[in-house]
């Protein structure tokens, strides 16, 4: 998904699913999956001012995909 304003893009929602694992009993499953949210820096300063939550910025989030296990 992506917003543009007069000034050009402004958001950018990306998401992606990879490292398909694969079986011959089951259909193929995305072992890791993610999204990202990239925003304009002058966009950004205007949200922190404007929301009244907390803003939460993350650099990497992993989960463990369909069947895995924590070691």
Do not use: N
Request: aromatic letters at 8%.
């Amino acid at each position: 998904m992506t917003l543009e304003d007069d000034r050009g893009l402004a958001f950018r929602l990306i998401c992606w699913r990879t490292e398909y694992a694969r079986s011959s009993y089951h259909l193929a499953w995305p072992r890791m999956t993610g999204c990202a949210v990239v925003i304009r820096p002058d966009l950004q300063e205007v949200l922190v001012e404007r929301v009244p939550a907390t803003v939460v910025i993350r650099d990497f989030v992993m989960r463990l995909g369909h069947g895995a296990e924590v070691k």
